[in-house]
């Protein structure tokens, strides 16, 4: 029988330069605003810089983030410069960027994104493999030890706590639990907050107020820390981690499944499900997780590894497609089959933590936020990975997006915060009220 995949695709439909980037005084539009095209269809790029005669353009295409298809110089007229046209025969993604004097605008184009497919498939073994680690972790006595935050991080009517459980991990979960004090037995949807890639920014530390802030919206949280490493404590402590035990993490291991560091990252996701399931107020059917980037990973991984989860908001996530060199394409962070390791061994291990892979059985719900210029977290291959998911997606593919929305100018800033931002924060509102 044939598979059917529901496929909610939000395509973006701006005002004025909703489609376009710019920076400083090169302004870029496409054929198709929101930047999506079948296969076979003309597309055209043009430039509009503020500069006038004398000055040229610097163009650049990659195809997949990897293959550059052009690199040339345009001369600059008083009119609109056609700075790309072509068409492409096969799903893929595009990056057209163009320079002068300094200044750099890039555009994102995506041709037939839901037909792009992984670049290994499956290992026979996948299921198998992950029925066992989840039975040992299942095996494993759940131990809880539970601190309470102190006055000063706490908010009047909701209680937090710094929770550590045991894991086969093989380090033990660390993060920052909340609730509503009050709350009745099976009254409220659980939602995991996982981080992006690092050790001591703050954007990936696990915080009180984080997990505080979905408690105030009516959820029990959990605020998981990525690494298993101890919360709250002073700068050094994050400073030799990252200098020591976690140089490179991400890297760590990638020649054997049984090593490779995400293997314990995930296996602390499923124990921090676990942990929020087994808490007398969640409502029994909703479990949230929302990440960015390497958070935006874990939570894909969430959903695909634990089918409880429901919902998944992952936000130019990472851990998808690791392979995708083999199929001609940039794969996504952090690009392990990149490096000098066993190509042979890594097509070995690296399968297993895929979210590609993981999301085959998956039937949660996927609101996913990608960058079209995005070269840490490449489109295609995070579109290769959600398109594998049996549920429903809600997908909001941004031209002008790299991998950091904070370095998005001020016009785009602006935009991107009324058509992608706004309504991320409504879906989740609404999911969880």
């Not at 302004?27 to 043009?46: D, F, H, N, P, W």
């Not at 199929?327 to 070995?348: C, I, L, N, Y």
């Not at 996913?368 to 049996?390: H, R, W, Y």
């Amino acid at each position: 029988m044939k598979r059917i995949i529901l496929f909610s695709f939000i395509i973006l439909i701006f005002t004025g330069l909703s489609a376009s980037a710019q920076f400083q005084e090169i302004l870029l539009k496409q054929t198709r605003k929101a930047g999506i095209y079948k296969k076979g269809e003309k597309i055209s790029v043009y430039a509009f810089p503020e500069s006038q005669a004398g000055d040229s353009l610097h163009v650049k295409v990659l195809k997949n983030n990897s293959q550059q298809l052009e690199d040339k110089a345009i001369p600059v007229g008083k009119d609109s410069i056609l700075v790309y046209s072509g068409f492409f025969g096969d799903p893929c993604s595009v990056i057209v960027e163009v320079r002068a004097k300094g200044s750099i605008s890039s555009i994102g184009i995506l041709v037939d994104p839901v037909k792009l497919k992984p670049g290994a498939v499956s290992p026979k073994d996948f299921i198998s493999y992950w029925d066992g680690q989840k039975k040992a972790l299942q095996a494993l006595p759940f131990e809880v030890k539970s601190v309470p935050v102190a006055d000063k991080d706490n908010v009047s009517g909701f209680s937090c706590a710094d929770i550590e459980i045991n894991c086969t991990g093989p380090k033990p979960v660390h993060g920052y639990y909340a609730k509503p004090a009050q709350a009745a037995p099976g009254s409220l949807p659980a939602v995991l907050l996982v981080h992006a890639a690092g050790v001591k920014g703050s954007w990936c530390r696990s915080e009180p107020r984080n997990a505080i802030e979905y408690a105030k919206k009516g959820a029990i949280c959990f605020d998981l820390n990525a690494h298993g490493m101890l919360d709250g404590q002073p700068e050094s402590y994050y400073d030799g981690l990252e200098s020591g035990e976690l140089k490179n993490y991400f890297l760590q291991g990638v020649t054997s499944r049984d090593d490779f560091y995400f293997r314990g990252m995930y296996l602390r996701l499923l124990r921090t499900i676990e942990f929020l399931t087994r808490q007398p107020e969640w409502d029994g059917k909703r479990i949230l997780v929302i990440g960015e980037s390497q958070g935006g990973g874990q939570a894909l991984a969430a959903a695909g590894l634990d089918h409880r989860v429901s919902v998944v908001v992952a936000i130019v996530p990472a851990m998808c497609d690791f392979m995708g060199a083999l199929a001609g394409r940039r794969g996504g962070w952090p690009q392990p089959f990149e490096t000098d390791a066993s190509k042979e061994d890594m097509q070995k291990a690296l399968p297993y933590f895929d979210n590609a892979n993981l999301l085959r059985g998956s039937k949660a719900r996927i609101f996913a936020e990608i960058g079209m210029i995005d070269l840490t977290c490449p489109p295609a291959s995070v579109f290769a990975a959600i398109n594998q998911s049996k549920g429903k997606k809600i997908i909001y593919p941004v031209p002008y997006r790299g991998h950091q929305s904070q370095a998005l100018q001020r016009s785009k800033s602006k935009i991107w915060e009324e058509t992608v931002y706004k309504p991320r924060e409504a879906f989740i509102s609404d999911y969880i009220k």
